[in-house]
Protein backbone atom coordinates (compact mmCIF):
# COMPACT_ATOMS: atom_id res chain seq x y z
CA UNK A 1 0.00 0.00 0.00
CA UNK A 2 1.35 3.37 -0.88
CA UNK A 3 -0.10 6.53 0.54
CA UNK A 4 -0.08 10.26 -0.18
CA UNK A 5 0.03 12.74 2.78
CA UNK A 6 -1.63 15.97 0.79
CA UNK A 7 -0.36 19.17 3.65
CA UNK A 8 -1.33 22.49 2.36
CA UNK A 9 1.48 24.08 4.66
CA UNK A 10 5.00 24.45 4.49
CA UNK A 11 7.23 21.94 5.82
CA UNK A 12 9.63 24.20 6.83
CA UNK A 13 7.65 26.01 9.52
CA UNK A 14 6.65 24.43 13.00
CA UNK A 15 2.30 23.58 13.53
CA UNK A 16 0.28 21.11 14.38
CA UNK A 17 -0.58 19.93 11.41
CA UNK A 18 2.32 19.65 9.76
CA UNK A 19 3.83 17.79 12.72
CA UNK A 20 0.87 15.64 13.15
CA UNK A 21 1.30 14.48 9.22
CA UNK A 22 5.04 13.83 9.62
CA UNK A 23 4.28 11.36 12.92
CA UNK A 24 1.45 9.86 10.87
CA UNK A 25 4.33 9.18 8.42
CA UNK A 26 6.45 8.14 10.66
CA UNK A 27 4.06 5.25 12.61
CA UNK A 28 2.53 4.32 9.61
CA UNK A 29 6.10 3.10 7.86
CA UNK A 30 6.58 1.25 10.86
CA UNK A 31 3.20 -0.49 10.01
CA UNK A 32 4.85 -1.30 6.70
CA UNK A 33 2.61 1.14 4.90
CA UNK A 34 5.32 3.39 2.18
CA UNK A 35 3.84 7.12 2.58
CA UNK A 36 5.08 10.35 0.81
CA UNK A 37 4.44 13.76 2.40
CA UNK A 38 2.86 16.16 -0.29
CA UNK A 39 3.58 19.80 1.14
CA UNK A 40 5.27 23.06 0.32
CA UNK A 41 8.68 24.05 1.56
CA UNK A 42 11.10 27.07 1.39
CA UNK A 43 14.73 26.47 0.75
CA UNK A 44 16.98 28.63 2.34
CA UNK A 45 17.85 31.57 0.76
CA UNK A 46 17.28 35.72 0.65
CA UNK A 47 13.64 35.17 -0.76
CA UNK A 48 12.79 32.99 2.29
CA UNK A 49 14.27 35.10 4.82
CA UNK A 50 12.48 38.11 2.91
CA UNK A 51 9.14 36.18 2.60
CA UNK A 52 9.67 34.55 6.20
CA UNK A 53 11.02 36.51 8.71
CA UNK A 54 10.62 34.09 11.48
CA UNK A 55 12.86 31.34 12.46
CA UNK A 56 12.75 28.17 10.51
CA UNK A 57 13.82 25.00 9.27
CA UNK A 58 15.25 25.78 5.60
CA UNK A 59 17.26 22.53 5.59
CA UNK A 60 16.55 19.97 2.87
CA UNK A 61 13.53 17.48 3.65
CA UNK A 62 14.00 14.25 3.91
CA UNK A 63 13.50 11.96 1.23
CA UNK A 64 10.31 10.73 1.90
CA UNK A 65 9.15 14.65 1.59
CA UNK A 66 8.22 15.84 -1.66
CA UNK A 67 8.55 19.38 -1.79
CA UNK A 68 5.67 21.59 -4.04
CA UNK A 69 6.61 24.84 -3.78
CA UNK A 70 7.06 27.97 -1.68
CA UNK A 71 4.48 29.28 0.80
CA UNK A 72 3.05 32.80 2.06
CA UNK A 73 2.08 34.00 5.37
CA UNK A 74 -1.74 33.88 5.50
CA UNK A 75 -4.50 34.66 8.13
CA UNK A 76 -6.26 31.92 9.16
CA UNK A 77 -8.19 31.16 12.43
CA UNK A 78 -6.41 34.14 14.39
CA UNK A 79 -3.46 32.74 12.88
CA UNK A 80 -0.79 33.13 10.75
CA UNK A 81 -0.02 30.54 8.74
CA UNK A 82 2.25 29.41 5.93
CA UNK A 83 0.17 28.46 2.93
CA UNK A 84 1.28 27.35 -0.46
CA UNK A 85 -1.18 29.39 -3.18
CA UNK A 86 1.22 29.11 -6.11
CA UNK A 87 -0.09 27.43 -9.38
CA UNK A 88 2.84 25.79 -10.45
CA UNK A 89 2.22 24.12 -7.04
CA UNK A 90 -0.83 22.71 -8.10
CA UNK A 91 1.00 21.49 -11.12
CA UNK A 92 3.60 20.01 -9.02
CA UNK A 93 1.26 18.39 -7.56
CA UNK A 94 -0.83 17.01 -10.85
CA UNK A 95 2.71 15.66 -11.91
CA UNK A 96 3.69 14.34 -8.47
CA UNK A 97 0.25 11.92 -8.44
CA UNK A 98 1.08 10.57 -12.07
CA UNK A 99 4.69 9.91 -11.24
CA UNK A 100 3.86 8.14 -8.15
CA UNK A 101 0.45 6.56 -8.71
CA UNK A 102 -0.55 6.27 -5.07
CA UNK A 103 -2.76 3.67 -3.61
CA UNK A 104 -4.63 6.21 -1.45
CA UNK A 105 -4.74 10.01 -0.46
CA UNK A 106 -4.99 11.27 2.70
CA UNK A 107 -5.37 15.23 2.82
CA UNK A 108 -5.34 17.23 5.45
CA UNK A 109 -6.99 20.52 5.65
CA UNK A 110 -8.62 19.64 2.35
CA UNK A 111 -10.91 23.28 1.79
CA UNK A 112 -7.52 24.51 2.23
CA UNK A 113 -5.75 25.52 -1.14
CA UNK A 114 -4.26 25.20 -2.91
CA UNK A 115 -2.67 21.69 -2.28
CA UNK A 116 -5.94 20.28 -0.49
CA UNK A 117 -8.15 21.79 -2.91
CA UNK A 118 -5.78 20.77 -6.15
CA UNK A 119 -5.61 17.16 -4.17
CA UNK A 120 -9.47 16.62 -4.14
CA UNK A 121 -9.81 17.94 -7.84
CA UNK A 122 -7.41 15.94 -9.41
CA UNK A 123 -7.28 12.80 -7.42
CA UNK A 124 -8.45 9.64 -9.38
CA UNK A 125 -7.47 7.09 -6.54
CA UNK A 126 -9.70 7.00 -2.80
CA UNK A 127 -9.77 9.77 -0.57
CA UNK A 128 -9.48 10.22 3.24
CA UNK A 129 -9.29 13.54 4.64
CA UNK A 130 -8.71 14.81 8.03
CA UNK A 131 -10.30 17.79 9.62
CA UNK A 132 -8.53 19.81 12.36
CA UNK A 133 -9.85 23.63 12.77
CA UNK A 134 -12.26 24.69 15.14
CA UNK A 135 -14.39 27.74 15.06
CA UNK A 136 -15.30 30.37 12.68
CA UNK A 137 -13.26 30.98 9.34
CA UNK A 138 -13.83 34.09 7.60
CA UNK A 139 -12.42 32.86 4.43
CA UNK A 140 -14.75 29.54 4.49
CA UNK A 141 -18.09 31.13 3.28
CA UNK A 142 -16.04 32.30 0.09
CA UNK A 143 -14.30 29.31 -0.46
CA UNK A 144 -17.83 26.85 -0.03
CA UNK A 145 -19.23 28.01 -3.32
CA UNK A 146 -16.44 28.23 -5.36
CA UNK A 147 -14.75 24.70 -4.37
CA UNK A 148 -17.04 23.11 -1.69
CA UNK A 149 -18.48 20.58 -4.03
CA UNK A 150 -15.16 18.93 -4.31
CA UNK A 151 -15.46 17.75 -0.26
CA UNK A 152 -18.08 15.24 -2.12
CA UNK A 153 -15.14 13.51 -3.39
CA UNK A 154 -13.86 12.19 0.12
CA UNK A 155 -14.49 9.20 0.57
CA UNK A 156 -13.67 8.92 4.71
CA UNK A 157 -13.93 12.02 6.65
CA UNK A 158 -11.74 12.11 10.23
CA UNK A 159 -12.10 14.74 12.55
CA UNK A 160 -9.05 15.41 15.13
CA UNK A 161 -11.60 16.42 18.04
CA UNK A 162 -15.74 16.93 18.83
CA UNK A 163 -15.28 21.05 18.47
CA UNK A 164 -12.99 19.96 14.76
CA UNK A 165 -15.84 17.86 14.02
CA UNK A 166 -18.75 20.21 14.81
CA UNK A 167 -16.40 22.80 12.91
CA UNK A 168 -17.10 20.75 9.76
CA UNK A 169 -20.09 19.26 10.32
CA UNK A 170 -21.45 22.88 10.00
CA UNK A 171 -20.53 23.61 6.30
CA UNK A 172 -20.03 19.80 5.16
CA UNK A 173 -22.26 17.41 7.24
CA UNK A 174 -21.89 13.91 7.33
CA UNK A 175 -20.28 11.21 8.88
CA UNK A 176 -16.76 11.37 10.89
CA UNK A 177 -14.30 9.25 12.44
CA UNK A 178 -13.09 11.02 15.57
CA UNK A 179 -8.97 10.27 15.54
CA UNK A 180 -7.00 12.32 17.91
CA UNK A 181 -4.18 14.13 16.83
CA UNK A 182 -1.30 11.83 18.15
CA UNK A 183 2.04 11.45 20.16
CA UNK A 184 5.44 10.01 20.17
CA UNK A 185 5.78 7.91 23.72
CA UNK A 186 9.42 7.09 24.57
CA UNK A 187 10.19 4.25 26.65
CA UNK A 188 10.17 5.94 29.82
CA UNK A 189 10.14 9.00 31.73
CA UNK A 190 11.13 10.00 35.40
CA UNK A 191 8.85 11.63 37.61
CA UNK A 192 11.81 12.87 39.98
CA UNK A 193 14.19 14.80 39.89
CA UNK A 194 12.58 17.74 37.80
CA UNK A 195 13.77 21.28 37.37
CA UNK A 196 11.49 23.93 38.90
CA UNK A 197 10.85 25.21 35.92
CA UNK A 198 7.68 25.49 33.75
CA UNK A 199 7.14 25.52 30.14
CA UNK A 200 4.80 27.40 27.62
CA UNK A 201 4.87 26.41 23.62
CA UNK A 202 3.64 28.43 21.07
CA UNK A 203 3.72 31.69 19.00
CA UNK A 204 2.95 34.82 20.83
CA UNK A 205 -0.35 35.32 19.24
CA UNK A 206 -2.84 36.75 21.27
CA UNK A 207 -4.86 33.81 21.28
CA UNK A 208 -2.26 31.47 22.50
CA UNK A 209 -2.53 33.45 25.82
CA UNK A 210 1.43 34.39 26.46
CA UNK A 211 0.50 37.82 28.05
CA UNK A 212 -1.90 36.51 30.11
CA UNK A 213 0.94 34.24 31.44
CA UNK A 214 3.14 36.68 31.37
CA UNK A 215 1.05 38.87 33.89
CA UNK A 216 0.82 36.24 35.58
CA UNK A 217 4.12 35.32 35.84
CA UNK A 218 6.31 37.79 38.50
CA UNK A 219 4.13 36.27 41.54
CA UNK A 220 4.09 32.97 40.62
CA UNK A 221 8.43 33.20 40.23
CA UNK A 222 8.44 35.50 43.21
CA UNK A 223 6.40 32.74 45.27
CA UNK A 224 7.78 29.40 43.84
CA UNK A 225 11.14 30.12 42.38
CA UNK A 226 10.25 28.94 39.49
CA UNK A 227 11.95 29.75 35.32
CA UNK A 228 9.36 30.18 32.96
CA UNK A 229 10.86 28.55 29.68
CA UNK A 230 8.94 29.82 26.53
CA UNK A 231 9.51 27.67 23.68
CA UNK A 232 8.07 28.67 19.68
CA UNK A 233 7.82 31.90 19.84
CA UNK A 234 10.02 34.73 18.71
CA UNK A 235 12.21 36.13 21.52
CA UNK A 236 11.85 39.52 19.86
CA UNK A 237 8.09 38.90 19.74
CA UNK A 238 8.15 37.81 23.29
CA UNK A 239 9.79 41.07 24.79
CA UNK A 240 7.49 43.08 22.57
CA UNK A 241 5.17 41.75 24.77
CA UNK A 242 6.30 42.83 28.01
CA UNK A 243 7.14 46.00 27.10
CA UNK A 244 3.82 46.78 26.06
CA UNK A 245 2.41 45.19 28.99
CA UNK A 246 5.64 46.61 31.96
CA UNK A 247 6.25 43.36 33.11
CA UNK A 248 9.70 42.32 34.17
CA UNK A 249 11.50 39.03 32.84
CA UNK A 250 12.33 38.02 35.77
CA UNK A 251 13.09 34.41 35.55
CA UNK A 252 12.03 34.04 32.06
CA UNK A 253 14.03 32.18 29.44
CA UNK A 254 13.48 32.84 25.48
CA UNK A 255 14.32 29.65 23.76
CA UNK A 256 12.67 30.41 20.09
CA UNK A 257 11.69 27.54 17.98
CA UNK A 258 13.41 24.23 19.12
CA UNK A 259 14.26 20.67 17.37
CA UNK A 260 11.48 18.01 18.46
CA UNK A 261 14.37 16.12 20.33
CA UNK A 262 15.11 19.26 22.52
CA UNK A 263 11.66 20.44 22.84
CA UNK A 264 10.82 16.58 24.28
CA UNK A 265 13.80 16.68 26.55
CA UNK A 266 12.06 20.42 27.82
CA UNK A 267 9.07 18.60 28.76
CA UNK A 268 10.75 16.02 30.46
CA UNK A 269 12.86 18.22 32.48
CA UNK A 270 10.18 20.70 33.79
CA UNK A 271 7.55 20.14 36.62
CA UNK A 272 4.56 21.63 34.34
CA UNK A 273 3.12 23.01 30.95
CA UNK A 274 1.65 26.01 30.49
CA UNK A 275 -1.32 26.74 28.07
CA UNK A 276 -3.24 30.00 28.15
CA UNK A 277 -4.78 30.13 24.91
CA UNK A 278 -8.20 31.90 25.09
CA UNK A 279 -10.04 29.93 22.45
CA UNK A 280 -10.29 28.29 18.85
CA UNK A 281 -7.74 25.83 19.95
CA UNK A 282 -9.44 22.23 18.39
CA UNK A 283 -7.03 19.83 19.73
CA UNK A 284 -4.26 21.10 22.24
CA UNK A 285 -1.05 18.67 20.67
CA UNK A 286 0.99 20.34 23.47
CA UNK A 287 -0.57 19.38 26.22
CA UNK A 288 -0.53 15.61 24.85
CA UNK A 289 3.12 15.87 24.37
CA UNK A 290 3.09 17.40 27.49
CA UNK A 291 1.06 13.74 29.02
CA UNK A 292 3.81 11.86 27.26
CA UNK A 293 6.66 13.24 29.02
CA UNK A 294 4.79 12.67 32.29
CA UNK A 295 4.32 16.84 32.94
CA UNK A 296 1.00 17.77 33.88
CA UNK A 297 -0.79 20.85 32.81
CA UNK A 298 -2.49 24.16 33.57
CA UNK A 299 -4.24 25.24 30.81
CA UNK A 300 -7.74 27.59 29.91
CA UNK A 301 -10.66 25.67 30.31
CA UNK A 302 -11.51 25.90 26.41
CA UNK A 303 -13.30 23.30 24.24
CA UNK A 304 -10.49 21.84 22.74
CA UNK A 305 -8.29 21.49 26.25
CA UNK A 306 -11.09 20.29 28.45
CA UNK A 307 -11.53 17.16 26.62
CA UNK A 308 -8.05 16.39 26.98
CA UNK A 309 -7.57 17.84 30.88
CA UNK A 310 -9.24 15.33 33.20
CA UNK A 311 -9.17 16.42 37.14
CA UNK A 312 -6.78 13.94 37.71
CA UNK A 313 -3.53 15.09 35.05
CA UNK A 314 -4.04 18.96 35.02
CA UNK A 315 -5.86 21.64 36.10
CA UNK A 316 -8.15 23.75 33.97
CA UNK A 317 -8.77 27.76 34.81
CA UNK A 318 -10.67 30.20 32.99
CA UNK A 319 -9.40 31.95 30.34
CA UNK A 320 -7.87 35.29 30.14
CA UNK A 321 -7.83 35.10 34.11
CA UNK A 322 -3.89 35.76 35.38
CA UNK A 323 -4.85 35.38 39.17
CA UNK A 324 -6.73 32.54 38.87
CA UNK A 325 -3.79 30.90 35.95
CA UNK A 326 -1.17 32.20 39.10
CA UNK A 327 -2.69 30.25 41.85
CA UNK A 328 -3.24 27.17 39.99
CA UNK A 329 0.64 26.93 38.70
CA UNK A 330 1.50 27.75 42.57
CA UNK A 331 -0.58 25.36 43.76
CA UNK A 332 0.89 22.43 41.54
CA UNK A 333 4.99 23.85 42.29
CA UNK A 334 4.23 23.87 45.91
CA UNK A 335 2.60 20.60 46.40
CA UNK A 336 5.05 17.78 45.11
CA UNK A 337 3.17 14.76 46.13
CA UNK A 338 0.24 15.94 43.72
CA UNK A 339 2.25 17.26 40.72
CA UNK A 340 3.62 13.76 40.71
CA UNK A 341 0.85 12.12 40.75
CA UNK A 342 -0.58 13.91 37.99
CA UNK A 343 2.33 13.43 35.93
CA UNK A 344 1.89 9.66 36.38
CA UNK A 345 -2.17 9.72 35.25
CA UNK A 346 -0.98 11.91 32.36
CA UNK A 347 1.26 9.95 31.27
CA UNK A 348 -1.35 6.82 31.71
CA UNK A 349 -3.35 8.78 29.20
CA UNK A 350 -1.13 9.80 26.89
CA UNK A 351 -0.25 5.96 26.16
CA UNK A 352 -3.88 4.30 26.28
CA UNK A 353 -5.25 7.13 24.04
CA UNK A 354 -3.11 8.65 22.27
CA UNK A 355 -0.14 6.96 21.06
CA UNK A 356 0.83 7.08 17.22
CA UNK A 357 0.85 3.07 17.46
CA UNK A 358 -2.79 3.17 18.01
CA UNK A 359 -3.77 5.97 16.04
CA UNK A 360 -1.91 4.39 12.98
CA UNK A 361 -3.27 0.84 13.40
CA UNK A 362 -6.90 2.84 13.37
CA UNK A 363 -5.82 4.58 9.85
CA UNK A 364 -4.58 1.18 8.39
CA UNK A 365 -7.47 -0.47 8.86
CA UNK A 366 -9.77 2.71 7.58
CA UNK A 367 -6.94 2.42 4.15
CA UNK A 368 -7.54 -1.21 3.96
CA UNK A 369 -11.19 -1.38 3.93
CA UNK A 370 -11.67 1.51 1.60
CA UNK A 371 -9.27 0.09 -0.91
CA UNK A 372 -10.95 -3.29 -0.33
CA UNK A 373 -14.33 -1.11 -0.88
CA UNK A 374 -13.42 0.58 -3.96
CA UNK A 375 -11.76 -2.26 -5.75
CA UNK A 376 -15.23 -3.67 -5.79
CA UNK A 377 -17.27 -0.71 -6.38
CA UNK A 378 -15.34 0.32 -9.02
CA UNK A 379 -13.97 -2.69 -10.76
CA UNK A 380 -10.23 -1.60 -10.75
CA UNK A 381 -7.17 -2.96 -10.59
CA UNK A 382 -5.26 -4.27 -7.45
CA UNK A 383 -2.94 -1.34 -7.63
CA UNK A 384 -5.93 1.18 -8.16
CA UNK A 385 -3.47 4.01 -8.42
CA UNK A 386 -3.62 7.49 -8.51
CA UNK A 387 -2.82 8.92 -11.80
CA UNK A 388 -3.46 12.48 -11.90
CA UNK A 389 -6.49 13.09 -13.24
CA UNK A 390 -9.89 13.12 -11.59
CA UNK A 391 -13.02 10.71 -12.68
CA UNK A 392 -16.19 12.37 -14.97
CA UNK A 393 -17.92 11.21 -11.84
CA UNK A 394 -17.13 10.29 -8.31
CA UNK A 395 -18.60 7.35 -7.64
CA UNK A 396 -20.98 7.43 -3.75
CA UNK A 397 -20.90 3.85 -2.95
CA UNK A 398 -17.60 4.24 -0.54
CA UNK A 399 -18.43 7.44 0.76
CA UNK A 400 -18.56 8.30 4.76
Not at 136 to 151: D, E
Amino acid sequence: MKVGIVVPYSFSFWGGVVEHAEEQARALAELGVETRILIGHDPPGRLSRLLHPTAGRFEPPPPHVIPLGRSVITPANHSLANIVLSPSAVIRLKRTLVRERFDLLHVHEPLTPALGVAALAYASCPLVATFHAAGHSRWRAPALPLWGFLLERIDVRIAVSQAARETAQAYAPGEYRLIPNGVSVSEAVQLDGREQQVVFIGRPEARKGLAVLLRAWPVVHWRTGARLRIVGADPLAVRHVLSRHWLPDDGVDLLGVLPSADLDRELARAKLLIAPSLGRESFGMVLTRAFAAATPVVASDIDGYRQLVEPDAGLLVPPGDHLALERAIVSLLTDESKRRRFGRMARERAVARYAWPQLAQQLRGIYERLLDSSRGARSLSASSPCHGTAPSTPSSSTRS
